[in-house]
């Protein structure tokens, strides 16, 4: 039997405003300096990828991975300091972990919060699953509007609350007073992201575990472990036991279950790097400032910079500087407080000295 085309075709079957979203871009960075995703860009020191490549011998592909990753999650406690009482749950990224916070509470007829600009994924994934998103417009320097916050929280009764702590794309870390007491009005869960922890002067991560209202999410990838992908969150135990039947099996495999425990226990090359990277990041902030046409720096606790051109030279400056070799992030678009705004990742000196010469170019023509 046939059916009539229509009834199987994708405008059919799935919701208006999922066709209307368009997939996650990546731009192609070939022949590029990449400083447009948050990638740490030293590779590994000398001597360590030889020693990582004998931890991978016999990898027992043959074989599903470690379903609950138990040598791991004893490096990543250890590593990071999560504490006893909180448990863990490893994501194929955070990108994962946000999509099981979501879908578990998806039933909820609660929505999903977050200040706004941040992180697109967190809109995104609630729109994929069909439960409703509040964004709460951040203030004009990127702070945390606390009373719009307050009042939105009494308004919307969200399910879960994400904090991006550091922001991205703003960089902000905020005021931990202001995070706090977010965490004690929300009726429902916050979960603060860390994704850009190893660049921050604060975390939460010591308070998760004494109750169900607050969870940290983190991931390896900023700290120079992107291809890995992995993210996990730290919550209480209800909760992760709860979350933890959502998770597919097996979804962390074998390669990154053993890469990852191995950078751990050599973290101190990867700490190196991120030290590093926030004297670099000092140094190229100081530089934008001083350029003439650069309006506004924000200031960062992140491994990027968030800064403002000239009124309507955003998308110019960002074209001008793929022309020249050299790819940041156009922001400007994304949200009306990031008018003319571009994002640029922390790189190697070189590759910032590059791009800060391609964008005084830019802003001089
Ligand atoms: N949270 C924030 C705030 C981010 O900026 C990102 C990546 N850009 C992520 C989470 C996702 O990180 P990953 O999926 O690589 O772990």
Same mark, same amino acid.
């Given at each position: 039997?046939?059916?009539?085309?229509?009834?199987?075709?994708?405008?059919?079957? !799935?919701?208006?405003?999922?066709?209307?979203?368009?997939?996650?871009?990546?731009?192609?960075?070939?022949?590029?300096?990449?400083?447009?995703?948050?990638?740490?860009?030293?590779?590994?020191?000398?001597? @360590?990828?030889?020693?990582?490549?004998?931890?991978?011998?016999?990898?027992?592909?043959?074989? =599903?991975?470690?379903?609950?990753?138990?040598?791991?999650?004893?490096?990543?406690?250890?590593?990071?300091?999560?504490?006893?009482?909180?448990?863990?749950?490893?994501?194929?990224?955070?990108?994962?972990?946000?999509?099981?916070?979501?879908?578990?509470? %998806?039933?909820?007829?609660?929505?999903?919060?977050?200040?706004?600009?941040?992180?697109? !994924?967190?809109?995104?994934?609630?729109?994929?699953?069909?439960?409703?998103?509040?964004?709460?417009?951040?203030?004009?320097?990127?702070?945390?509007?606390?009373?719009?916050?307050?009042?939105? @929280?009494?308004?919307?009764?969200?399910?879960?609350?994400? @904090?991006? =702590?550091?922001?991205?794309?703003?960089?902000?870390?905020?005021?931990?007073?202001?995070?706090?007491?977010?965490?004690?009005?929300?009726?429902?869960?916050?979960?603060?992201?860390?994704?850009?922890?190893?660049? %921050?002067?604060?975390?939460?991560?010591?308070?998760?575990?004494?109750?169900?209202?607050? !969870?940290?999410?983190?991931?390896?990838?900023?700290?120079?472990?992107?291809?890995?992908?992995?993210? =996990? @969150?730290?919550?209480?135990?209800?909760?992760?036991?709860?979350?933890?039947?959502?998770?597919?099996?097996?979804?962390?495999?074998?390669?990154?279950?053993?890469?990852?425990?191995?950078?751990?226990?050599?973290?101190?090359?990867?700490?190196?790097?991120?030290?590093?990277?926030?004297?670099?990041?000092?140094?190229?902030?100081?530089?934008?400032?001083?350029?003439?046409?650069?309006?506004?720096?924000?200031?960062?606790?992140?491994?990027?910079?968030?800064?403002?051109?000239?009124?309507?030279?955003?998308?110019?400056?960002?074209?001008?500087?793929?022309?020249?070799?050299?790819?940041?992030?156009?922001?400007?678009?994304?949200?009306?407080?990031?008018?003319?705004?571009?994002?640029?990742?922390?790189?190697?000196?070189?590759?910032?000295?590059?791009?800060?010469?391609?964008?005084?170019?830019?802003?001089?023509?």
């Amino acid at each position: 039997m046939s059916l009539p085309h229509e009834s199987r075709s994708p405008d059919a079957l !799935m919701r208006p405003e999922v066709l209307a979203q368009s997939a996650y871009q990546v731009s192609d960075a070939t022949g590029l300096i990449k400083l447009d995703a948050m990638e740490n860009p030293h590779p590994w020191p000398g001597g @360590l990828e030889d020693a990582w490549l004998e931890a991978l011998r016999d990898p027992q592909l043959n074989r =599903y991975p470690d379903a609950g990753a138990r040598e791991l999650e004893k490096n990543v406690r250890a590593a990071h300091g999560v504490p006893e009482a909180a448990g863990l749950l490893f994501g194929n990224g955070s990108d994962e972990l946000i999509q099981i916070l979501i879908m578990a509470v %998806a039933a909820s007829g609660r929505p999903i919060l977050a200040p706004e600009p941040t992180f697109v !994924m967190y809109g995104v994934l609630a729109r994929a699953m069909g439960v409703p998103f509040v964004g709460v417009p951040l203030h004009r320097d990127f702070t945390l509007d606390l009373a719009a916050m307050h009042a939105a @929280l009494a308004e919307h009764d969200p399910a879960v609350v994400f @904090l991006a =702590y550091p922001n991205n794309p703003t960089g902000t870390l905020d005021d931990p007073a202001a995070v706090q007491a977010i965490i004690e009005a929300n009726p429902g869960v916050t979960v603060v992201d860390e994704a850009y922890a190893p660049f %921050a002067a604060h975390s939460f991560l010591p308070e998760v575990g004494q109750h169900d209202g607050l !969870m940290v999410m983190r991931t390896v990838s900023k700290l120079g472990l992107a291809g890995a992908r992995l993210g =996990y @969150l730290a919550a209480s135990a209800g909760w992760i036991d709860a979350l933890d039947r959502l998770r597919l099996p097996y979804n962390i495999n074998t390669l990154t279950q053993r890469s990852v425990a191995f950078a751990l226990d050599h973290r101190e090359a990867l700490d190196d790097q991120a030290r590093g990277i926030i004297e670099e990041r000092g140094r190229l902030s100081e530089a934008l400032a001083a350029i003439d046409g650069v309006e506004h720096v924000f200031p960062s606790q992140a491994n990027f910079i968030l800064f403002r051109v000239r009124e309507g030279q955003g998308h110019a400056s960002f074209a001008a500087l793929r022309d020249a070799g050299i790819l940041i992030k156009d922001v400007g678009r994304a949200h009306p407080l990031l008018a003319d705004c571009l994002r640029v990742t922390v790189g190697r000196s070189d590759e910032n000295d590059a791009f800060l010469a391609a964008l005084r170019n830019a802003l001089a023509g």
